[in-house]
């Protein structure tokens, strides 16, 4: 890349932005992206369903999402939002690159997490395609990835379970990284106390059906924002877009003599 002033820009300037959502089974993570503006699916799993979307079919290698991402920075179209559905359909995909690549069997052969780490190498040769797309291209970027519970160790308090993204600890750091926003679909829920006799209650969780698109981390799950988002949403697309400077083209350096 050559530098020089004629390629200044400020860096406030908006760029398509590139998002995480992940949820719980079933929630509408799938709905909300294809109701983006002018989506491409890269599917490595069937979560369309019957919705109507535009899609390369099942993508059921690391080699056929890279493919797919080349045609999308070469070729000519009007596709304004890239998704990838699902992070953690992905994964296994780029462990058998990463054992290819170093002639292991299985991506634990190394050991102590060596595995884990080189494949990280491979996700950011996917990541920085998309952040191509994103700067070269003007496409918004959303990736897909389900919902898994896990401990969390915090160095203040004890530990506690919470939501998190279904991806192996490395990998999961490193997407967030390269992330505008880290989104966490899920149902309301409301707790209802009952007497079960001898004066004992117990609680339980009641979902009322709204859904919820949470921005801001919290004990119970891993979120963020650089979009000074409400901490909780309604999961719709317009609400979501209404927050955040999407497809805005960055301002033009002026010309210099």
Same mark, same amino acid.
């Given at each position: 890349m050559a530098i020089s002033l004629a390629s200044l820009r400020r860096s406030g300037d908006a760029f398509p932005p590139r998002l995480l959502v992940y949820g719980v089974a079933g929630v509408g993570k799938t709905k909300l992206a294809a109701d983006a503006p002018g989506p491409i699916f890269l599917q490595t799993e069937d979560g369309?369903?019957?919705?109507?979307a535009d899609t390369f079919g099942m993508l059921r290698s690391y080699e056929d999402v890279q493919d797919a991402l080349d045609v999308l920075y070469r070729e000519d179209h009007g596709f304004q939002t890239v998704v990838l559905d699902s992070l953690d359909w992905l994964e296994p995909m780029i462990w058998k690159r990463t054992?290819? #690549?170093n002639n292991w !069997? #299985?991506?634990e052969k190394p050991g102590f997490g060596k595995g884990y780490i080189a494949a990280l190498d491979v996700w950011r040769d996917i990541l920085d395609g998309m952040t191509l797309l994103r700067d070269e291209r003007g496409m918004g970027v959303i990736l897909i990835a389900h919902a898994d519970i896990k401990r969390f160790d915090s160095p203040e308090t004890e530990p506690y379970d919470r939501y998190q993204p279904k991806l192996q600890s490395r990998a999961a750091a490193l997407?967030? @990284?390269?992330v505008d926003a880290v989104l966490f679909a899920n149902y309301r829920i409301s707790t209802l106390k009952s007497d079960v006799g001898f004066k004992k209650q117990v609680t339980r969780g009641v979902s009322g059906g709204d859904r919820l698109l949470h921005?801001? @981390?919290?004990p119970a799950f891993l979120a963020k924002n650089r979009f000074g988002l409400a901490e909780s949403l309604t999961l719709d697309w317009p609400t979501l877009a209404a927050g955040i400077p999407f497809y805005t083209p960055a301002t033009p350096a !002026? @010309?210099?003599n």
């Open positions: 369309l369903g019957k919705l109507s054992c290819r #690549d !069997p #299985d991506i997407v967030q @990284e390269h921005t801001v @981390e919290r !002026p @010309e210099r």
